[in-house]
């Protein structure tokens, strides 16, 4: 096996995210440019994983069928993470996030009405998490296991996933905050990487993924429509 093509593949994707995210939030918010570099990354991303697979390693595209079961799994685990994320916010809640700050933000971006968040909920919950486990699962964690062990490609892959989200929570939350979700980023993105390695489908990783988001987003909710 040739180990510059796993190495060649993660940094031409991994930094991405990452740059898109400080060009889109950070560098040039709110502006035409920082959209357009939004939309690059965004479609470079999703793009990328599908093209190295048909043109590099000459692969099949699958639906990356739960052949293995872990739905049991999926589902423990996504209740398991999502209670560790309220007990953080219940008991830290009120010293790590300025939640006025917080609902500001949102208001900018057009989300503090039910329906649009309520649209955002379902894109996120449905979609995105769909997208993310199809790009951090399936290709950088599969690309990691070229490189390591298992469970060393499973943490490395994880901490890829997490670098972006420093990168975006920043824009919203302080440091204590940044470093706190963080870990709960890193440790659910291992999880799911975990899950991939031993179901070898992105599926279960999938629906622990969406029952994660739609906890994160009912603590929002209550953030910004219930006075919490």
Same mark, same amino acid.
């Given at each position: 096996m040739k180990r510059w093509k796993p190495v060649v593949a993660l940094a031409l994707l991994v930094p991405a995210p990452s740059l898109g995210a400080l060009g889109a939030m950070i560098l040039f918010p709110d502006t035409?440019?920082?959209?357009a570099v939004f939309v690059s990354v965004k479609a470079w991303t999703l793009a990328f994983p599908a093209v190295w697979l048909l043109l590099v390693d000459k692969g099949r595209l699958s639906l990356s069928p739960a052949r293995r079961g872990g739905w049991g799994?999926? #589902?423990?685990?996504?209740?398991?993470i999502s209670g560790a994320i309220l007990l953080t916010y219940w008991l830290?809640?009120?010293w790590l996030i300025d939640k006025a700050f917080f609902r500001e933000k949102i208001k900018g971006l057009g989300l503090a009405k039910p329906a649009m968040y309520a649209g955002? #909920?379902?894109?996120?919950?449905? #979609?995105?998490?769909?997208?993310?486990?199809y790009v951090w699962r399936w290709f950088v964690c599969a690309k990691c296991e070229e490189l390591a062990r298992p469970w060393l490609a499973a943490a490395l892959a994880a901490l890829f996933f997490?670098?972006?989200?420093? #990168?975006?929570?920043?824009?919203?939350?302080?440091?204590?905050?940044?470093?706190?979700?963080?870990?709960?980023?890193?440790?659910?993105?291992?999880?799911?990487?975990?899950?991939?390695?031993?179901?070898?489908?992105?599926?279960?990783?999938?629906a622990s993924h969406a029952i994660v988001d739609l906890c994160m987003f009912a603590i929002g909710a209550w953030m910004i429509f219930g006075g919490g």
């Open positions: 035409a440019l920082g959209k799994v999926a #589902v423990a685990s996504g209740l398991a830290l809640g009120d955002c #909920v379902a894109y996120w919950a449905l #979609v995105n998490s769909v997208l993310e486990e997490t670098l972006h989200h420093i #990168v975006a929570m920043s824009v919203y939350f302080g440091a204590a905050a940044v470093a706190v979700c963080s870990a709960g980023v890193f440790l659910g993105g291992l999880i799911w990487s975990l899950m991939y390695v031993r179901y070898r489908s992105v599926w279960p990783g999938c």
